[in-house]
């Protein structure tokens, strides 16, 4: 297990909303 992951995971949705709302 890696927490790694759990951090880029998280990373990249907050990218993927903070985009949607900039749209």
Do not use: N, P, R
Request: proline content about 0%; overall charge negative.
């Amino acid at each position: 297990h890696l927490v790694g992951w759990e951090i880029i995971t998280v990373y990249g949705v907050t990218v993927s909303v903070s985009s949607t709302l900039v749209s």
